[in-house]
């Protein structure tokens, strides 16, 4: 961490501009805020941006391998493939946490995704963040060398390509309800791409449709953003069998959430994963489960995530294959704040177009348990945010 950054924030900070940067940010929403945003970034050091790279970097060399494409094919479940699949995701997360080792701070996976994240409120909020907080001019969340505009640039081309933006969607379930709708707003207003939802797509012939004010338009390009898990539990009606093959490109294929996910996390060597294993795999008698956090593999933003397993539970699972042991991992009270220090995990964020480009980051900070809400209730100086780093 980087110590007079830190400082300097935190005897600058007063809770009206604190305020007035929330107010300022939701206005885009009607004033309505769907999730908690920290009341400071973090500041990182030459040093941790460094592990956070070659850690990024460790997990991509693997990915990119002939023998992860033949381990990946079995991460799909069998009534979840989509047809139409690209050589690779336009879109993928690294989740860190952050530990001491050794006196010195480090980054370990903890989780991984082949599907987008927040692309388009991550720049917002870098702009917002520096309208009311006075950031050093030497501090960046891009990498890379990007700025706003160029990173823009990237993220319309993986999204439109040379398509017109009215035959591209942003496909969700209700949209509008979604607590990451800021983000599709914001979208549409970077990219000129709309969010629809998957109930108002129909198919003719070989190729999907939706109507606006009356008109018919055909769909070129989806912009992915529906998870199956949500999908499915919600039983929403589709006008359309997305299982079957259709006329169109996906941008962030449906297949790739499945694919680079926690199913990826056992296959995966390196220093900065944690020890995992498919539940299948192992002996009960094996592991010490006190020294393990027990998670389903599909299951999205930590539902079902059991911090204690203990033997019972464990006996009682019959799908063994759907879910992981991972080993605990002791998070570094990293950030402090004039409330008391507080964990912090870094998602760091590419965009794959010829191949895996680091563009940003994404923070969440805590001081419960894990990461979610249900962990952080009646607290203060947690959610979410951006790590700067040296430029």
């Given at each position: 961490?980087?110590?007079?950054?830190?400082?300097?924030?935190?005897?600058?900070?007063?809770?009206?501009?604190?305020?007035?940067?929330?107010?300022?940010?939701?206005?885009?929403?009607?004033?309505?805020?769907?999730?908690?945003?920290?009341?400071?970034?973090?500041?990182?050091?030459?040093?941790?941006?460094?592990?956070?790279?070659?850690?990024?970097?460790?997990?991509?060399?693997?990915?990119?391998?002939?023998?992860?494409?033949?381990?990946?094919?079995?991460?799909?479940?069998?009534?979840?493939?989509?047809?139409?699949?690209?050589?690779?995701?336009?879109?993928?997360?690294?989740?860190?946490?952050?530990?001491?080792?050794?006196?010195?701070?480090?980054?370990?996976?903890?989780?991984?995704?082949?599907?987008?994240?927040?692309?388009?409120?991550?720049?917002?909020?870098?702009?917002?963040?520096?309208?009311?907080?006075?950031?050093?001019?030497?501090?960046?969340?891009?990498?890379?060398?990007?700025?706003?505009?160029?990173?823009?640039?990237?993220?319309?081309?993986?999204?439109?390509?040379?398509?017109?933006?009215?035959?591209?969607?942003?496909?969700?379930?209700?949209?509008?309800?979604?607590?990451?709708?800021?983000?599709?707003?914001?979208?549409e207003k970077y990219t000129g791409v709309k969010a629809l939802c998957?109930?108002?797509?129909?198919?003719?012939?070989?190729?999907?449709?939706?109507?606006?004010?009356?008109?018919?338009?055909?769909?070129?390009?989806?912009?992915?953003?529906?998870?199956?898990?949500?999908?499915?539990?919600?039983?929403?009606?589709?006008?359309?069998?997305?299982?079957?093959?259709?006329?169109?490109?996906?941008?962030?294929?449906?297949?790739?959430?499945?694919?680079?996910?926690?199913?990826?996390?056992?296959?995966?060597?390196?220093?900065?994963?944690?020890?995992?294993?498919?539940?299948?795999?192992?002996?009960?008698?094996?592991?010490?489960?006190?020294?393990?956090?027990?998670?389903?593999?599909?299951?999205?933003?930590?539902?079902?995530?059991?911090?204690?397993?203990?033997?019972?539970?464990?006996?009682?699972?019959?799908?063994?294959?759907?879910?992981?042991?991972?080993?605990?991992?002791?998070?570094?009270?990293?950030?402090?704040?004039?409330?008391?220090?507080?964990?912090?995990?870094?998602?760091?964020?590419?965009?794959?177009?010829?191949?895996?480009?680091?563009?940003?980051?994404?923070?969440?900070?805590?001081?419960?348990?894990?990461?979610?809400?249900?962990?952080?209730?009646?607290?203060?100086?947690?959610?979410?945010?951006?790590?700067?780093?040296?430029?």
């Amino acid at each position: 961490m980087i110590k007079h950054f830190r400082e300097k924030f935190n005897s600058e900070f007063t809770s009206s501009s604190y305020n007035s940067f929330l107010n300022d940010i939701w206005d885009i929403t009607g004033s309505e805020a769907d999730f908690r945003i920290c009341e400071t970034p973090l500041f990182i050091d030459k040093e941790l941006s460094e592990k956070l790279l070659n850690a990024g970097n460790a997990v991509i060399q693997q990915l990119k391998e002939k023998q992860f494409e033949k381990y990946s094919s079995g991460a799909i479940p069998e009534k979840m493939y989509v047809p139409g699949e690209t050589d690779h995701p336009h879109f993928l997360q690294l989740d860190f946490g952050l530990i001491n080792e050794g006196g010195l701070i480090s980054p370990r996976l903890i989780e991984l995704q082949g599907f987008p994240s927040l692309y388009a409120f991550q720049v917002f909020l870098d702009k917002k963040i520096r309208d009311y907080f006075n950031i050093d001019n030497t501090l960046s969340t891009y990498y890379n060398d990007f700025i706003f505009d160029s990173y823009l640039n990237l993220f319309r081309k993986i999204i439109c390509n040379d398509s017109d933006p009215e035959n591209i969607i942003l496909l969700e379930i209700n949209p509008g309800k979604q607590k990451t709708r800021i983000d599709f707003i914001l979208t549409e207003k970077y990219t000129g791409v709309k969010a629809l939802c998957i109930s108002k797509i129909y198919k003719r012939g070989d190729s999907l449709y939706y109507m606006e004010h009356g008109k018919e338009i055909k769909i070129k390009r989806i912009y992915n953003r529906v998870i199956f898990d949500e999908l499915y539990k919600k039983k929403i009606n589709l006008n359309f069998n997305i299982h079957e093959p259709v006329d169109v490109e996906w941008v962030g294929h449906p297949n790739w959430f499945f694919k680079i996910s926690k199913h990826t996390i056992p296959y995966l060597k390196s220093e900065f994963v944690p020890e995992s294993y498919f539940l299948s795999d192992i002996n009960n008698e094996d592991l010490d489960l006190s020294n393990f956090v027990l998670k389903p593999l599909y299951s999205f933003a930590g539902s079902g995530v059991v911090l204690n397993p203990d033997r019972s539970l464990i006996d009682s699972i019959h799908q063994r294959d759907n879910f992981i042991l991972q080993k605990k991992i002791s998070y570094a009270p990293v950030l402090r704040t004039p409330e008391g220090s507080a964990k912090v995990e870094i998602r760091m964020m590419y965009l794959w177009d010829k191949k895996p480009v680091l563009v940003n980051n994404l923070l969440r900070v805590s001081k419960g348990e894990m990461m979610g809400v249900d962990f952080n209730k009646n607290k203060t100086w947690i959610g979410a945010s951006t790590a700067y780093h040296q430029l």
